[in-house]
């Protein structure tokens, strides 16, 4: 297996990881989630008009999806642009 598909498979564990602690996380908090919201007075308003939780966290993920091809963009330009000076030769 060569370098690339070993951090690759590495990245894919990680993040299995992550999404299984994720899961286990979602389906305990669906099991509060409507007992607690029966303890919330019905009739509270805020001062403003606020966004839903979920509506923040879009537009927050639309931004850093924004910032982490900004920053593709720029890492591979870069590495373009010093590639004749960093070319070596691949060993066989």
Known sequence: MDY??????????FLGSIRA??????TAFEGIGNPLAKLIPS??????????????AEATFRFWEK???N?????LKFLDAITPATK???AA
């Open 67 to 69: 910032v982490a091809e």
């Open 4 to 13: 690339i598909k070993s951090l690759e498979k590495a990245g894919d564990d």
């Open 43 to 56: 009739g509270i308003s805020l001062p403003v008009d606020m966004p839903r939780p979920r509506e923040v």
């Open 71 to 75: 920053q593709k963009d720029f890492t």
């Open 21 to 26: 602690v994720q899961e286990s996380t979602i």
């Open 88 to 90: 070596t030769k691949k």
